[in-house]
């Protein structure tokens, strides 16, 4: 989540240039569903993860079109679809193979079609060889980011408590978002970095305060385990997080957009909030297979 420095001048529905009352409004309405289908049915939660992901990587492809680097969405969405389904009933093996033969379908996907979805016919031999490096590149990057690491939401959800590990996760997230932002908004002085200027530390310094608090409390509550596992769980959520604002920041200004999307209001697209959490995931449910 971006953040505005308290001197920054307004833009949009706020002064920090967001249409605030839009953006609560999908925020509450996407924890509602979570929730819902998380503690119902724990394969709905799957079919919302899949969905949402999925729109990100359709943003995805679409972005790196315009520059002109070709991804066969196909093989992509249904490659991401087959290794949330690998991870949740065959573990972190059935991921990673999942992931490696999805690897060898997009190349040879790219090779026969040209990556836009065109057959041998009607395109040479030129046509179909040109930027195959540049889109087999892109497709593989695809690959990993965000479907590779959103398969670690299955391996979280997987076990008898994993509605509540999901629910640590995506709290712990959520709160590095609103710690940064209202941090920032308040007391935002100093700059991180010229990656993504609404950023200050003041805005950090918010994210990993929020972070700590919500993990060492959720973690004694939900997971029976001690304050300083969910504190640490927290911080480096708080640092992670951050870090998955500011690669999603590179891949736009690399790619010359503002938003990835605008499916939801006040928030952009669906890769704009999932940069966090895909980033986040991997190291979280790293330290709840050592802690729990």
Request: contains cysteine.
């Amino acid at each position: 989540m971006e953040e505005r420095t308290a001197g920054s001048s307004p833009s949009g529905g706020s002064r920090t240039g967001r249409n605030l009352p839009a953006a609560i409004a999908v925020g509450v309405g996407l924890g509602a569903l979570v929730i819902a289908t998380l503690y119902t049915i724990k394969e709905l939660f799957l079919v919302v993860v899949v969905a949402a992901v999925g729109i990100g990587v359709v943003e995805m492809t679409r972005a790196f079109a315009s520059r002109g680097i070709r991804v066969p969405v196909v093989p992509v969405l249904v490659s991401m679809a087959a290794m949330q389904a690998g991870a949740y009933w065959g573990g972190p093996a059935w991921l990673l193979g999942v992931f490696v033969v999805s690897v060898f379908v997009v190349l040879i996907w790219r090779m026969f079609t040209g990556g836009d979805g065109e057959g041998e016919q009607g395109q040479g031999a030129a046509g179909r060889t040109a930027g195959y490096v540049r889109d087999a590149t892109g497709s593989v990057f695809l690959l990993v980011y965000p479907p590779l690491l959103a398969g670690f939401v299955a391996l979280l959800l997987a076990p008898g408590d994993g509605r509540d590990r999901v629910i640590v996760f995506i709290a712990v997230t959520v709160a590095s978002d609103i710690g940064g932002y209202v941090a920032g908004v308040l007391f935002g002085r100093h700059q991180l970095t010229v990656i993504s200027p609404k950023k200050t530390w003041e805005g950090l310094a918010g994210s990993v305060v929020a972070c700590t608090l919500v993990g060492g409390w959720l973690v004694t509550w939900l997971l029976d385990g001690q304050i300083w596992q969910g504190a640490l769980i927290g911080a480096l959520g708080a640092v992670l997080a951050t870090v998955g604002d500011l690669i999603e920041s590179m891949i736009k200004r690399d790619l010359g957009i503002k938003d990835l999307g605008t499916i939801l209001p006040g928030h952009g697209g669906l890769m704009d909030r999932l940069d966090s959490l895909v980033t986040t995931l991997v190291p979280v449910w790293l330290l709840m297979a050592l802690f729990f």
